[in-house]
């Protein structure tokens, strides 16, 4: 992606307006903590429940189960469940949830990408100010 490639509404509508609210919503849920690695997981096809809480390191049985849900509910998951003893539920991504894969992985490879740098900015910032510059409360400013 690029700068010529991002298209801005015209009229950006104030926050607190409907649109802006449920865009909000729907950016809370991909942009958790764990959604965007349960999709990735599911980007290579159905996986059952046992499947995604051992692939995602550190994730709670009930964080996984509340994810999935809450996935299921944007519609981006579907959950099957097949009547076995004991029963199997698989988790899948829909058809809307597989468009999320692209810009995800555009997202990923960005970060992949400037991870160095990234590190590289926390280190000089932590490190504090230049000999000609003050920190005044956490904001650095430059001596004239």
């Not at 555009?106 to 003050?134: C, M, S, T, Y």
């Amino acid at each position: 992606m690029s700068p010529s490639h991002i298209e801005l509404p015209a009229d950006m509508p104030a926050p607190d307006t409907g649109g802006c609210l449920a865009t909000r919503e729907i950016l809370d849920r991909i942009g958790d903590k764990w959604s965007l690695y349960i999709v990735a997981m599911l980007a290579k096809g159905p996986r059952r429940f046992n499947e995604l809480k051992r692939g995602i390191d550190g994730i709670s049985q009930r964080m996984l189960t509340l994810t999935l849900r809450g996935l299921e509910r944007d519609g981006l998951v579907t959950r099957t469940m097949y009547p076995t003893i004991p029963p199997r539920v698989d988790y899948e991504l829909t058809d809307m949830g597989r468009t999320l894969l692209k810009p995800v992985m555009a997202l990923v490879n960005w970060a992949n990408k400037h991870q160095v740098a990234i590190a590289e900015a926390h280190k000089r910032f932590d490190e504090g100010p230049e000999p000609d510059q003050v920190l005044i409360q956490g904001v650095v400013y430059q001596r004239r």
